[in-house]
């Protein structure tokens, strides 16, 4: 190719590139414009500044009660499915087992299972058992497809892991537990602390297990859905998606930087490819 | 069996994960199964063995319509979403040589806020006064709004799209990276022009990117019910609103298992197919 047509070929791509981002931003921009503008209807043309949504979600009972269970879900989720995570990934890593393969493709399976179907069969095995449903079915519903997650990140901090470092600590008379606590836990904790911030953002947003398998408690997307039916009430929730975009941002940020030091520290060359 | 020290170590450590799959995910699913064989007899279920489920569910126009329009819907989704996707994984991989992480930071964004309310702002981009209408009555490029645009397939296409964009990027982006640059230079020594080369060299060493994308969103898209429902309008919606019904107010859990078990075969026969082929192009080619 005739380096001139390579270099058009490359400006086509970019504007390409720019227009995609254009696509991909569009909704997310939407969001803050809409939570501070003065009208009541979600459309063009904006009508004045105001940051009236804001105050009204900080009078509503409900809306807090959402939070409060969201977060208890969101925590209690990022907890379990971390330590489950960091198993299955440590095994993938430091261990060669039979059935090794089948075993951690079936663990990753919620990933590219639809979540309806996920949501469905542990709705009909609580129907069948007798159980409640209540914020813990919820709970089990998330750690279930957040493992995943958390076992692609933990699996990279703990490849990048050097055996000699281990076989060293057990040479100086460390034990188990004690190689653990000293060499591999401090090695791999901001890969950890990735994964705890991935599985809380992915668990504060997950809708359609939540709503399946909720009883009488709403999440906050459970309940950002009962809000969407009424028109009065959407330029609170925007201003309440603008709060959620921030501080997921804010998240993202810190697990990208715990990410890449997990992996300064290793010395391993920082992967491209973040999150997924 | 016999096994040695280091698998029974691996075993144990990985068991308290497995163990929790077992017990929330393969049990359930195959409870679903099992659920979809038996029958709803008002408030309480009739255990008997039966196939009138699956019976109505292929049979029924409207769970017909619902099922071919999902599998419709998510096909286009997949085609629209992976052929989007990948002149940017293209672009990110062979051009962007400084800060590829923050590139792809920024893709990944987007799909970290709220999924509802994206959804629900693509309502707003979309509709008769929405965004994108307004926008062109005011540069003067239409004089009506645009109704072809909110409440049909058209909508949920794009929003789904849209949804799972950074889905299809990145495994993309994951196969170009590792394509070694020599064959490529290869391939111009011997004569190929910039066009054969990327036909007889890149795209089929992408080959494993584009089939992983492929079915990373073919499958989920099969069972989203909140975009259908938010911009779908009547002739948008697809099965999982019905399975939403059937597990919910029309209280028939076992036909909503059956429609959900029918839609899962189908998705992963097509899966398979599109697998085999795309393993197949791949590999004649190598």
Redesign the interface.
Known sequence: ?RPG??KK??NW??V??FL??V??????I??PL?AFNESTI????LSGFTTEWFTVLVNNDALAQSVENSLFVAITTALVSTL??A??A???A?????G?KG?IG??M??????????A??????L??LGFSLSLWTVI??H??IC?PYSIAILSSAFQGLDRNLEEASFDLGETNWGTFKRVIFPLVLPGVISSLLITF?ISL?E??IAF?LTGTDATL?VY??SQ?RFPSKLPS??AL?TI??VL??IL?ILA?WFR?RSAKRQGVE?A????? | ?I?NR??????T??????V??LL??????L??VT?SFWTQDYLDIDTTITLNNYREAWTQPIYRTLIFRSLWVSLVVTLVTVI?AF??A???SF?VTRR??LW???????F???????V???K??L?Y???LN??LTGLGIIDEPLTFLLYNVNAVVITLA?AW???AI?PI??AL?KIDRSLLEAAEDLGD??VRRFFRVTLPLAMPGVIAST??VL????????TPR?VGGTDGLMI?NM??IQ?GKANN?PL??AL?VSS?VIVSSISLVIFLVGKKFGGRVQ
Not at chain 1, 42 to 45: G, H, N, R, V
Not at chain 2, 13 to 18: E, G, M, N, Y
Request: glycine share 6%; net charge neutral.
């Open positions: 190719m047509r390579a070929l490359w791509l970019a390409y590139a995609y981002m696509f991909l931003y569009a909704p997310v939407l969001l809409f979600i459309a063009f043309p489950l995570g198993c299955a440590r095994a993938a430091r261990y060669r087992f039979p090794q075993v079936f663990i399976l919620p990933l590219v299972l639809p979540e309806i179907i996920v469905v069969a542990l709705l009909v095995v129907m069948q089990a519903g750690i279930l493992m953002t947003d809708f359609i399946f997307p950002i859905w969407l929730i925007m998606g959620l975009l997921s941002i993202l990208e890449q920082v491209a490819g973040g999150f997924i | 069996m096994l280091e698998a029974r170590q691996g075993l450590l990985i068991s308290p994960t497995l929790y799959a929330l995910l393969a049990a359930p699913l409870t679903v659920f989007l002149p940017i293209y672009y990110l051009h590829k992480a792809l930071f920024l893709i990944t964004i987007p970290w806020t709220s999924y509802l309310l994206r629900f702002l693509w707003v981009i509709g006064n929405g965004v307004s926008a849209h964009a950074p889905f990145l982006f994951v990276e022009g910039a079915l990373i499958i989920p898209t099969v069972g989203d019910f909140v938010l999982s399975i939403q597990f859990a909503g298992a959900a899962m």
